[in-house]
């Protein structure tokens, strides 16, 4: 399989994610510029987390008007795989390929720390390597990470299983002591209708290589890659 890591001028995850890809799972990956036109020989394309033009006007929305944007959404439209991790996430709304905004966190402070996640749906490609409601760690790092929806959207989201991750206690109690940034009903991640893209604001890439102590990550990749030997052949 072959992933393309989208670079973008403040880009600072894209070769924490290229460990994970091509240093740990051993596969092919390309770094792709973001004024490149052409990723018809890329499978699975990941938009890392970082500060894509400095964020100096929103998460994400000077990203979206980048020549790589009609690629990636041709690549969605497709069927194929669209990872999009903090940054990747804000990006990912903003150009329309998921529901919602991420907006400045309840507290107005930039976060970093670890938090216990809950996997709320393990039937989608990203997820299919986790057990439902297991209970997992995951690093944050995020000043925007504030899930926003009106109500009928969030309602949508609740009743297609599209909510692939929330914020929850040790326990897994789904509670408001537990979510860091205040995000609506919890949200951590989720997925389109079709399920083939996936944003999150939590970093599975800081906690896939076992030298840092934590491994809960690297299942989302190893998901990602028996979805992908059957989308490669779309």
């Not at 992933?3 to 792709?32: E, H, K, Y």
């Not at 499978?43 to 100096?56: A, C, E, K, L």
């Not at 996997?119 to 926003?148: C, D, F, K, M, Q």
């Not at 929330?166 to 537990?178: F, V």
Request: glycine share 10%; hydrophobic share 40%.
């Amino acid at each position: 399989m072959k992933f393309g890591i989208i670079m973008f001028p403040g880009s600072n995850c894209d070769r924490d994610v290229a460990w994970v890809t091509q240093g740990l799972l051993d596969q092919a990956t390309r770094m792709v510029w973001h004024q490149e036109e052409d990723i018809s020989d890329v499978d699975v394309i990941i938009i890392p987390g970082g500060f894509s033009y400095g964020d100096y006007l929103r998460c994400g929305a000077i990203a979206r008007f980048s020549t790589i944007m009609k690629a990636i959404i041709n690549h969605a439209q497709k069927g194929k795989l669209v990872l999009g991790i903090c940054n990747g996430f804000q990006i990912l709304t903003e150009i329309g390929l998921l529901p919602g905004v991420l907006v400045r966190n309840q507290k107005l402070n930039f976060i970093c720390n670890q938090v216990f996640v809950k996997v709320e749906n393990s039937e989608t490609p990203w997820t299919s390597v986790y057990r439902t409601e297991e209970i997992i760690t995951l690093p944050i790092a995020h000043g925007e990470g504030r899930y926003y929806a009106d109500t009928d959207t969030l309602q949508e989201l609740e009743n297609n299983h599209q909510i692939l991750f929330r914020y929850c206690t040790k326990n897994g109690e789904i509670t408001q002591q537990a979510n860091p940034n205040g995000s609506l009903n919890n949200i951590a991640g989720i997925c389109n209708r079709q399920g083939n893209v996936l944003g999150m604001m939590p970093h599975p890439e800081r906690a896939s290589d076992p030298m840092l102590g934590n491994t809960d990550g690297i299942k989302l990749f190893e998901g990602l890659l028996m979805a992908a030997k059957v989308t490669a052949r779309i």
